[in-house]
């Protein structure tokens, strides 16, 4: 059990009708997103996935938890193959992987409490003391229990986020995709947020994907790194491994993009 | 910038009142009519025809807004006009509302092919004139309360479907559809659990725009003698009737006029007042 990875991608492929171009008859020519992806997550890790606009990375992570279906290759998800799988099928495994989305205004029913949409995903998957267990994720992600009763317009961003957060953990799920789930936040929301996912990571065992666009967010959180470009894997490997000695010239390229805090040796 | 706040949130219950307050009045006196109506509203008097109202020379205390031409209590056939008015504004308004709204919301959610279906089918409707429309729908269908109904339903049901279709559509790319899909909600829930009440808002101020304009065109329909028949009083047919005498008795015309204008401007007055004072989100 423990050898098999949580996420088991083999060859991904992923297309999309280029509405645009299509002709005034017949089918729309298709755009190949995802060129031949294959990934494993080995269970318990934190896994960065970067690259940059276009890159595919978001539709990479929204096939992983079967927001869309693939067109061939293979998503096995703890050895079960869910590449095809229909919504009836997925709905029992739908506890196990989570998501957290990019913009929590988005991303939270506006006309609903969050107490309510915190319960959504329990009551949907049929836990028990739905009541007890929204209370244990809004203490998990550091929100006080009256913010049950508040709207998420009343929330500030990185509560948002938070709620996002303890929607996602509520199912006591193995697998967590986080899709640039900081990029909307202030620069201290956003630590306060990746210093919560990591402490998350730790108590609850959770093996968690995360998109960026940003290297140094990935640098501080993940242990592992795959660089994506155009729709394939430039490169997979140990985060520290991939700053010290990059393999691709992409991977090159973006890590010469970063600002460094060093000193110009002219100034000083 | 509270007090800026305070402001427009009485604004919004100063006109929540006013507009809720004149149709429940409307309301009451349609359940009520034969109770309230001082007169019968056909009751004929030759020899008190054209009675002036209660302020001018020569009326009578009995009949305060006067009398039509063949001597009829004009206040009391507004009262029972308002049976007319207001069953139709509600039930060709909620018909036409749950009609609308849940193509609208198919279309948008699902799109594809029903949405192909529902959305060429509405382009097709709105290219009819309507009042043509439904005058030759009535042709068809003979006069009739329920024709008229069934005129307003037919004809209307495109105004729902159009803005809800729009609205439906902006919902669905938000994340909180895909989050509840991930959640593993099926899509005809997400349709009504999770997007519905996102259109609510619209739905309810388009509601009461359409109820408005159910009475409207009530009246038109009855202006042109193809409502229901004339032992009924209607508002349009009033109007009708006042044109013909508007230079010796103007009240026949412009009571039901000044009756009708506030109940149409009370109906969409009141769908912006419930919008902003019964959503959470601008509270």
């Known amino acids: 059990m423990s050898d098999t990875p949580i996420y088991d991608i083999e060859n991904l492929r992923l297309s999309f009708p280029d509405m645009a171009h299509k002709p005034l008859l017949g089918p729309a020519p298709r755009v190949e997103i995802l060129k031949g992806i294959s990934l494993r997550i080995p269970r318990g890790d934190v896994v960065g996935i970067v690259g940059g606009s276009g890159s595919g990375k978001s539709t990479l992570g929204r096939a992983m938890v079967r927001l869309i279906e693939p067109d061939s290759g293979a998503i096995r998800f703890e050895g079960q193959d869910i590449t095809h799988l229909g919504e009836d099928a997925l709905r029992p495994l739908r506890r196990r992987f989570q998501m957290i989305f990019q913009d929590p205004m988005s991303s939270l029913n506006p006309r609903r409490t969050v107490g309510a949409i915190i319960a959504g995903p329990l009551k949907l998957q049929g836990f028990d003391r739905v009541s007890g267990r929204v209370d244990q994720a809004l203490d998990h992600v550091g929100l006080p229990r009256v913010f049950r009763k508040r709207y998420p317009h009343e929330l500030s961003g990185g509560q948002r986020q938070r709620v996002g957060i303890a929607r996602a953990i509520a199912t006591e799920p193995d697998f967590i995709l986080a899709d640039e789930i900081v990029s909307g936040l202030d620069v201290s929301s956003q630590a306060q947020v990746l210093n919560l996912l990591e402490q998350l990571v730790r108590e609850l065992g959770l093996t968690l994907a995360f998109i960026s666009h940003d290297l140094s967010v990935i640098r501080r959180l993940c242990r592992h790194t795959v660089v994506l470009h155009r729709g394939e894997v430039v490169e997979y490997s140990e985060t520290q491994a991939l700053f010290d000695a990059p393999q691709a010239a992409y991977t090159r390229e973006l890590l010469d993009a970063i600002p460094l805090p060093d000193l110009d040796q002219v100034w000083v | ?283």
Not at chain 2, 229 to 237: C, F, L, N, R
């Open chain 2, 1 to 283: 910038m509270a007090d800026a706040r305070g402001l427009v949130k009485r604004r919004a219950g100063a006109r929540l009142w006013l507009s809720a307050g004149w149709l429940t009045l409307l309301a009451l006196a349609a359940v009520f009519a034969p109770l309230i109506a001082p007169h019968d509203p056909l009751a004929q008097d030759l020899f008190g025809a054209r009675l002036p109202p209660f302020w001018e020379h020569g009326a009578d205390a009995a009949f305060p807004l006067g009398t039509d031409s063949l001597g009829r209590d004009v206040l009391s056939r507004i009262i029972h006009g308002a049976r007319v008015a207001l069953g139709v504004a509600l039930i060709a308004g909620t018909l036409t509302c749950l009609i609308g709204a849940l193509l609208g919301l198919i279309a948008g959610y699902f799109r594809g092919w029903p949405d192909m279906v529902i959305s060429r089918f509405v382009d097709i409707w709105m290219a009819f004139p309507p009042v043509l429309f439904a005058i030759l729908l009535i042709a068809v269908l003979g006069t009739g309360l329920s024709s008229i109904i069934i005129a307003i339903v037919v004809i209307d049901w495109t105004r729902f479907a159009r803005v809800i279709r729009a609205e439906a559509m902006s919902q669905g790319a938000m994340d909180y559809v895909a989050s509840a899909q991930v959640a593993g909600r099926k899509r005809f829930s997400i349709m009504l659990a999770e997007i519905l009440p996102n259109v609510l808002p619209t739905i309810v101020v388009l509601l009461t725009l359409e109820m408005g304009i159910a009475v409207i065109v009530e009246a038109i329909l009855s202006f042109v003698n193809l409502s229901i028949s004339t032992d009924q009083p209607t508002w349009g047919s009033m109007i009708a009737e006042g044109r013909l005498s508007i230079h010796q008795a103007w009240w026949v015309l412009v009571f039901p006029l000044i009756t009708l204008f506030l109940t149409v401007l009370s109906f969409s007055q009141l769908g912006e007042g419930l919008k902003d004072h019964f959503d959470p989100v601008l509270r």
